[in-house]
């Protein structure tokens, strides 16, 4: 791979997904290549066996990269889960009598929220400043060349348990894979997604196999709040499995059929041949797996909310942008418009994607390829977001 050639990875609790990509002369980044297997070991948003995950993590490389250099080449991994926490925080310092507010200022004020607010339990994945404050003057991005006596920044910063990190981070190394940064895919996911949409408040809902990443924005395109919960569509997979009395993987397909569906038929007393391969007893009525389906995920959005709701009172979001593999069920974004009272649209890919790769499920891992192209992007100058703070994202990069 060139210079230029990105290797990114999502991993997922059902599936690890790696997108190679190449940054073009604008500074775009180009999907070339991707690589998808059955995650092992990972359940969640919980390593349970850090050998599988890792020897998953390597063939999902190996479907995308064919040659040593490809393999070996510096990955960005985008992870859900495993301890996230977003926590808001304040940094203050002094500015120099007769100075103009400057990019070093702005790198020392958000380390002062860091080091004002995070334990030495923790390591910090993303600083993201919400706001900043020049004395009384409050200003929604960096105030860069503002003067005055104090500059203040009210941050989001996303952290993970050194403990489950670090050693994750060393067996990953020792295996052969390099990491040049770990990334939420939260955030990642969000930017990619709203990217080029009008500026709003919204939220944005990654709702995967095993985790949902939630990301809510304010009226100035800027982070208020950020989670991870340990829910998704295995939950539904695993009712089925129970409701009728089959396998994972049959359970899955049965699910996947039924998204498929027409809710019409609701109430018509339909009935599905559900059968696969060694079963003849699988013809389930059509109102029996709406009943199943339905109630959990009333459930799961009725949790998503709850974790919310005191952020809806301080940000009035005006709709919700649901993606992820489990976005396909339409039923997920029928029940966030009921529940949220607010538009939530059928399931979203970020605008980005070639027509190729165009797909919810797609959405973190190209959120992870797109951070690592603006990362690799001069900072200054570009008016990207997520650029501007590459200095100070280097400067809280995970141990090794």
Same mark, same amino acid.
């Given at each position: 791979?060139?210079?230029?050639?990105?290797?990114?990875?999502?991993l997922g609790?059902?599936?690890?997904?790696?997108?190679?990509?190449?940054?073009d002369?604008?500074?775009?980044?180009?999907?070339t290549?991707?690589?998808?297997?059955?995650?092992?070991?990972?359940?969640?948003? +919980?390593?349970?066996?850090?050998?599988?995950?890792?020897?998953?993590?390597?063939?999902?490389?190996?479907? +995308?990269?064919?040659d040593?250099?490809s393999?070996?080449?510096?990955?960005?991994?985008?992870?859900?889960?495993?301890?996230? $926490?977003a926590?808001?925080? +304040?940094g203050?310092?002094?500015?120099?009598?007769?100075?103009?507010v400057?990019d070093?200022?702005?790198?020392?004020v958000?380390?002062?929220?860091?080091?004002?607010?995070v334990?030495?339990e923790? $390591?910090?994945l993303?600083?993201?400043? $919400?706001?900043?404050?020049?004395?009384?003057?409050v200003?929604?991005?960096?105030?860069l060349?503002?003067?005055?006596?104090?500059l203040?920044?009210?941050?989001?910063?996303v952290?993970?348990?050194?403990?489950?990190?670090?050693?994750?981070?060393?067996?990953?190394?020792?295996?052969?894979?390099?990491?040049?940064?770990i990334v939420?895919n939260?955030? +990642?996911?969000?930017?990619a997604l709203?990217?080029g949409?009008?500026?709003?408040?919204?939220?944005?809902l990654?709702?995967?196999?095993?985790?949902?990443?939630?990301?809510m924005?304010?009226?100035?395109g800027?982070?208020?709040?950020m989670?991870?919960?340990?829910?998704g569509?295995?939950? /539904?997979?695993?009712d089925?499995m129970?409701?009728?009395?089959?396998?994972?993987?049959?359970? $899955?397909a049965?699910?996947?059929?039924f998204?498929?569906?027409?809710?019409?038929?609701?109430?018509?007393?339909?009935?599905?041949?559900?059968?696969?391969?060694?079963t003849t007893?699988?013809?389930?009525?059509?109102?029996?797996?709406y009943?199943?389906?339905?109630?959990?995920?009333?459930?799961?959005?009725?949790?998503?909310?709850?974790?919310?709701?005191?952020?809806l009172?301080?940000?009035?979001?005006e709709?919700?942008? /649901?993606?992820?593999?489990?976005?396909?069920?339409?039923?997920?974004?029928?029940?966030?418009?009921?529940?949220?009272e607010?538009p939530?649209?059928?399931?979203?890919a970020p605008q980005?994607?070639s027509p190729?790769y165009?797909s919810?499920?797609?959405?973190?891992?190209?959120g992870?390829?797109?951070?690592?192209?603006?990362?690799?992007a001069?900072?200054?100058g570009?008016?990207n977001?997520?650029?501007?703070?590459?200095?100070?994202?280097?400067?809280?990069?995970?141990?090794?």
């Amino acid at each position: 791979m060139g210079k230029q050639d990105i290797l990114a990875i999502d991993l997922g609790c059902s599936l690890i997904k790696a997108f190679s990509g190449s940054v073009d002369s604008n500074g775009k980044v180009v999907p070339t290549g991707i690589g998808v297997v059955p995650t092992d070991g990972f359940t969640k948003g +919980v390593i349970t066996n850090q050998d599988s995950v890792i020897k998953s993590l390597k063939q999902a490389v190996d479907c +995308v990269a064919s040659d040593t250099d490809s393999i070996n080449s510096e990955i960005y991994l985008g992870i859900s889960g495993m301890g996230l $926490e977003a926590y808001k925080a +304040v940094g203050s310092i002094a500015l120099t009598a007769g100075k103009v507010v400057s990019d070093r200022d702005v790198d020392r004020v958000c380390r002062a929220a860091v080091l004002a607010s995070v334990t030495e339990e923790l $390591e910090v994945l993303h600083v993201l400043p $919400e706001c900043f404050r020049v004395d009384d003057e409050v200003f929604s991005a960096a105030p860069l060349g503002k003067s005055g006596q104090r500059l203040l920044a009210e941050v989001q910063i996303v952290t993970v348990p050194k403990t489950m990190l670090n050693s994750f981070v060393q067996a990953v190394e020792a295996s052969g894979i390099h990491i040049a940064r770990i990334v939420a895919n939260a955030v +990642v996911a969000g930017a990619a997604l709203t990217a080029g949409l009008p500026v709003k408040p919204c939220i944005v809902l990654d709702i995967g196999a095993g985790n949902t990443d939630i990301i809510m924005y304010n009226e100035y395109g800027k982070i208020h709040k950020m989670g991870s919960l340990p829910l998704g569509g295995d939950y /539904i997979t695993s009712d089925i499995m129970q409701g009728v009395g089959i396998n994972y993987d049959h359970a $899955e397909a049965i699910k996947r059929y039924f998204s498929k569906l027409d809710k019409k038929l609701h109430g018509s007393g339909v009935i599905l041949d559900c059968n696969d391969q060694g079963t003849t007893d699988k013809n389930i009525a059509y109102d029996f797996l709406y009943n199943i389906i339905e109630s959990r995920v009333e459930e799961i959005v009725g949790i998503i909310h709850a974790y919310l709701k005191p952020a809806l009172t301080e940000v009035a979001a005006e709709n919700t942008y /649901i993606t992820g593999g489990s976005s396909l069920l339409s039923s997920f974004s029928e029940c966030v418009e009921r529940i949220f009272e607010m538009p939530a649209g059928q399931a979203a890919a970020p605008q980005g994607l070639s027509p190729e790769y165009f797909s919810p499920i797609n959405t973190a891992c190209y959120g992870v390829l797109d951070y690592a192209a603006a990362s690799q992007a001069p900072a200054e100058g570009t008016g990207n977001s997520i650029s501007l703070w590459t200095k100070v994202r280097r400067f809280f990069r995970p141990a090794r």
